[in-house]
């Protein structure tokens, strides 16, 4: 699939290339308005060439008056809402010196706007960090980014640690892979790509700049929430209080997004398209029906039972029948809905989940089938049990969980367990054993089973008990609605 550059960022100001020479561009009508004619001429030139179409000509000779580049500044003076009267008038001028983001916002660009992730649940990771600012700090400031845009749509981000994440995210200088060379300082600060397979939605800023996380430098917050617009596919904006406006600020409203980011971001990701439904509606038509006959499940409910649980990057999910909660290991803030909201292939409900981290990974298992998550896109249709070496009369699988330290990938059936070897891909010998003897502590029948920072946590029923595997008993007891905030 061929990905088209949708943001190739010059947030910076627009600096005429060392290599120019004088004689390059000769003005042949009356002089400029401007005491440097030829270098505004120079300047007018290739900001039209990069962001409205101007085609070169023989020689690299340029009319100012010629009604190809008339035309073309009438279009970038339209666009700005200048007088449109085709003159490198101070005003325009002006403009073209301001910092601004490389898309392109007229005429080619126009037929790139519709495209879009097909799904609602993006996954992103960050590669190489930024010399200006601590890693922690980048990641609070690229996590909050994405949180602008979560906030106004259905759309959730998950970070992985992982380099085939949906939007690679990375800092880099000069040529760094990707015929889109960097240009040193106050030049080109970040570029995006458009949605899609392999470089789709990579995110990269230039390291030569001053990243910060305040007014001076080049606020990294207000940058990448830019950027990543154009990364879910949104392009440039007329209005001058719209987060996707061309031109870089310093200073942003406490809510970056207009009323037109928000509805442009809705209607690329509208629930018809995503198959899903948008859960802040009272009155959806949706769940109307006996498949979806509540709005929301109560999460809070006291006797609640999850039916798988599974952390998937850097969020952890909840299934119970066909419904699902997201909930981000570091936020407070829960994204719920029906399973087909964020994963349209599945339309059932999942009994047991597991995440291999090392393989970016997520298996999602029902009855005796299960489906293959890689990053966040569900990859082909479900296959059979029987690929991990269960025997033909194992039908269901009560909760599943991977142990990164061991590499063993447990999978409870009622009273009995057994262990599959991930690096050699084969069930261990010796199982099933009973769970009662290596688990003591648990004698009832585990609805749902998750690894993390190193214990083994089991729902049982409407309890969740936190296992110490090396010590081999139980540390603690609590209600499992208590993972979401109840």
Request: charged share 20%; hydrophobic share 35%.
């Amino acid at each position: 699939m061929h990905v088209m550059l949708l943001s190739y960022c010059v947030l910076g100001l627009l600096i005429p290339s060392p290599c120019f020479t004088a004689p390059t561009f000769i003005p042949e009508v009356e002089s400029s308005p401007s005491t440097e004619p030829q270098v505004d001429l120079k300047l007018a030139t290739e900001y039209l060439q990069q962001y409205y179409n101007l085609q070169k000509e023989p020689l690299g000779r340029i009319k100012r008056s010629g009604p190809s580049f008339t035309s073309k500044v009438k279009d970038m003076q339209v666009f700005f809402g200048l007088n449109a009267t085709g003159v490198l008038d101070s005003e325009t001028l002006e403009v073209m010196r301001s910092p601004r983001c490389g898309v392109p916002d007229v005429e080619e660009y126009s037929h790139i706007q519709g495209t879009r992730w097909n799904k609602n649940v993006i996954t992103y990771s960050i590669g190489k960090y930024t010399r200006d600012l601590p890693r922690s700090t980048v990641d609070s400031l690229v996590e909050s980014a994405f949180n602008v845009w979560a906030r106004a749509s259905g759309l959730t981000f998950v970070r992985l640690q992982a380099r085939n994440a949906d939007i690679m995210v990375k800092f880099v200088t000069y040529d760094h892979g990707d015929m889109y060379p960097f240009d040193g300082p106050r030049g080109t600060l970040a570029h995006a790509f458009g949605p899609g397979v392999g470089i789709g939605g990579d995110t990269h800023f230039d390291d030569n700049e001053h990243w910060t996380a305040g007014s001076t430098g080049f606020n990294l917050f207000v940058v990448a929430a830019h950027e990543f617009g154009h990364a879910l596919g949104l392009k440039h904006s007329r209005n001058p209080g719209s987060l996707m406006y061309p031109t870089y600020k310093s200073s942003h409203p406490t809510n970056l997004l207009s009323s037109e980011d928000v509805a442009n971001i809705n209607a690329l990701y509208s629930p018809v398209r995503g198959r899903g439904y948008d859960w802040s509606s009272q009155y959806n038509p949706w769940l109307t029906g006996s498949l979806f006959p509540r709005l929301t499940q109560n999460k809070c409910a006291p006797d609640l039972i999850f039916d798988a649980v599974s952390t998937l990057g850097d969020a952890t999910f909840f299934f119970r029948e066909r419904y699902l909660w997201i909930k981000h290991n570091k936020h407070y803030d829960i994204k719920e809905g029906p399973i087909t909201n964020f994963m349209p292939k599945i339309e059932t409900s999942i009994d047991a989940a597991f995440w291999v981290p090392r393989r970016s990974t997520a298996y999602l298992i029902h009855e005796s089938m299960f489906w293959t998550v890689k990053g966040s896109l569900v990859k082909g249709k479900p296959r059979s049990l029987k690929h991990f070496g269960f025997p033909a009369w194992v039908q269901d699988i009560n909760a599943a969980v991977h142990l990164t330290k061991t590499g063993r990938t447990l999978f409870f059936i009622h009273d009995i367990y057994w262990s599959y070897n991930e690096n050699r891909r084969v069930m261990d010998f010796g199982y099933p054993k009973y769970i009662s003897e290596d688990f003591p502590g648990i004698n009832m029948t585990i609805s749902a089973a998750v690894h993390k920072e190193g214990f083994i946590y089991f729902f049982v029923g409407p309890q969740v008990y936190q296992y110490d595997y090396t010590h081999k008993h139980v540390v603690g007891v609590e209600k499992a609605n208590s993972w979401l905030g109840c």
